[in-house]
């Protein structure tokens, strides 16, 4: 090899007015949403660690660092070798930040130095990839993109990005948004390695991923477990029962091991938590995030791991949580009637979820008792999700964890009958009630995805009991081409409507009220968007509709029996409009309400 040169640089220091090249050979860009999910939880909770509520951004220059590895580059052309997935989804988290900045007038004109170069009115972006301009474009621009077509490199990078819209902390946009980029730029940390030639790029590659095979966290766990067990057959037994597992498991995901063991750790033995305050140091339950591994090996007396038979238990244990975990990710993945509240939970991306439901479990719980548990504490979490949201609380990941740790812990190990009373004591003690909050709960930037999948919720409880076939999973899943999105039923002409309210803020409140909102068919919504009413209720009645928007025409009440059935066993105030108001919207909110109070309830909680 020729002359390696390689230096500690920030991430402005990488991409800031600096254009990069990726050979045609290695430009898929494969990064899902677990891969995002990550990256945004650990920035943001580094971020966090430092961060105290009032900081200005001078204060940024005192928090520490953040390290993200290596990159290799060749000197030539300046191709990325290694730390494209990295610098690419980096680059989205800078034109999120950059959006969200735009909408609040504010404005850092290094974050887009550290996007895009612009002469003579061109937009080059610096990781130039020619294929993936018209979709760069559309993001920075905050406008929708069609994906439909396209090759998988660009539906990764747009669902990426979809991704960290819905996964970026709310805290950190409403608190501290240029701190956050500050730190970001300054703060993050690399390796650069840049060799003369592409072939030495490669080189170093080959020989930084393959010399060595560094052991996981996983399979420093399993060494040192085995290691504590005495007889060679035991040892020999518990180590087929461990591959096994890891096996099943990684069905999942490749990392999916390591996640189900931090998840089972903190919900079974941790104690601790590091307390939200600024020079707060880390306990059990953040330990085990970063080293689990080595959080086991210090803490063996405490969980119970003394004997050679204590660690051939923990092992076993290890197994029976480990395929409980395995239902749980795969009752999230797919909608099971029996289970719905679990994906209910998934489809509003709650990622605690799995880490409250095997706290709840105890080793000697039979199938039976499991299965009842997941439904239980699903159906706690679905009521705790929706109290949050309709008080505009975040439930990010990291607003709610100790909260969240706090419960888990309150409910290890209880049988059921116990642990029916435990949620229901925990849903009095935060005076959970959703109803009663409905009142005045409007979609805004937060607001609107949870509304989303209400709507879609309400939408298939009515299917449902109207003797029609629930096309729930239909109605949430963003990966079709045209997914189901929020429809105003009011048109946004306040000069429409300007006899009725008496002021354009008035008219505002009302437009974005819950009971305005039903779901409909993205590429439908954006056709009836300067509609009037009267035009908009003949395709909500029609096939193009569903039937929350159908019930606001006359049509659905002579045709379906069914449906009026239920609505009079439910003494709901269904009833068709010949024009849409402020006198209708407040009947509406009285029937949403009356649903929204059957499907999130108390009584889910009694057994």
Not at 16 to 21: A, E, F, I, Q, R
Not at 334 to 351: G, L, M, P
Request: aromatic fraction near 12%; proline fraction near 1%.
């Amino acid at each position: 090899m020729k002359k390696i040169d390689g230096h500690p640089t920030t991430l402005k220091g990488l991409l800031l007015n600096t254009k990069y090249s990726i050979h045609y050979y290695q430009r898929e860009y494969q990064w899902q949403r677990k891969q995002i999910e990550e990256m945004i939880e650990d920035l943001t909770s580094e971020f966090l660690n430092y961060y105290q509520a009032g900081d200005n951004r001078i204060s940024v220059k005192d928090y520490g660092a953040y390290f993200m590895g290596s990159v290799v580059l060749t000197g030539r052309d300046n191709a990325i070798i290694d730390g494209q997935q990295r610098l690419t989804s980096l680059t989205l988290v800078i034109m999120f930040l950059l959006n969200k900045a735009k909408e609040m007038f504010l404005e850092d004109n290094i974050l887009k130095g550290m996007v895009f170069s612009e002469a003579f009115g061109q937009i080059s972006f610096n990781i130039n990839v020619p294929e993936r301009e018209e979709c760069l474009n559309a993001i920075f621009n905050n406008n929708e993109y069609e994906i439909e077509n396209k090759n998988e490199s660009i539906k990764n990078i747009y669902k990426a990005y979809k991704n960290i819209e819905e996964i970026f902390p709310e805290e950190i946009i409403e608190n501290c948004l240029l701190n956050f980029g500050d730190w970001l730029k300054e703060k993050v940390c690399f390796i650069q390695i840049v060799a003369d030639t592409e072939q030495d790029a490669h080189k170093v590659f080959v020989s930084m991923n393959d010399r060595g095979l560094s052991l996981t966290p996983a399979e420093m766990l399993k060494g040192f477990l085995l290691s504590e067990i005495e007889d060679d057959k035991e040892r020999e037994k518990c180590n087929a029962l461990w591959k096994k597992t890891i096996l099943n498991l990684k069905e999942i995901d490749v990392k999916e091991d390591e996640t189900f063991i931090k998840n089972w750790l903190r919900a079974q033995y941790a104690e601790t938590i590091r307390e939200t305050k600024k020079g707060a140091i880390n306990k059990d339950f953040d330990i085990i995030g970063t080293e689990f591994h080595k959080w086991v090996r210090d803490n063996k007396s405490r969980i119970g791991l003394k004997t050679s038979k204590d660690f051939i238990e923990f092992i076993s244990y290890f197994n029976k949580y480990a395929n409980v975990y395995i239902k749980i990710r795969n009752y999230e993945k797919r909608y099971e009637s029996d289970f719905k509240y679990v994906y209910y939970n998934s489809v509003d991306k709650f990622t605690l979820q799995e880490q409250v439901i095997l706290s709840s479990i105890d080793i000697e719980d039979s199938t039976e008792v499991i299965n009842k548990k997941i439904d239980l504490v699903s159906k706690f979490l679905d009521l705790y999700i929706h109290s949050r949201v309709v008080l505009y609380k975040s439930n990010d990941y990291n607003t709610v964890k100790n909260a969240i740790f706090t419960i888990t812990k309150r409910i290890r190990n209880l049988n059921i009958e116990k642990l029916s009373k435990e949620l229901i004591a925990i849903y009095n003690e935060n005076e959970i009630n959703i109803v009663e909050n409905l009142e005045n709960f409007r979609v805004n930037g937060y607001t609107k995805k949870y509304i989303r999948n209400m709507l879609a919720r309400m939408t298939a409880y009515i299917e449902e009991m109207s003797g029609l076939t629930s096309n729930y999973t239909d109605y949430v899943n963003r990966e079709q081409t045209h997914p189901y999105d929020v429809e105003h039923i009011t048109p946004d002409h306040y000069e429409w409507f300007d006899k009725e309210y008496s002021s354009k803020e008035e008219f505002d409140g009302y437009r974005n009220n819950f009971a305005d909102l039903i779901i409909l068919k993205d590429h439908i919504n954006r056709s009836l968007n300067d509609k009037e009413y009267a035009y908009k209720v003949k395709t909500y009645e029609s096939a193009n509709g569903n039937i929350l928007g159908a019930s606001l025409g006359e049509a659905v009440y002579l045709n379906n029996t069914e449906f009026k059935k239920f609505i009079k066993e439910k003494e709901l105030n269904f009833e068709y409009y010949e024009k849409f108001g402020k006198n209708e919207i407040n009947k509406r909110k009285v029937l949403y309400k009356k649903i929204c109070n059957i499907i999130w309830n108390i009584d889910n909680l009694k057994i």
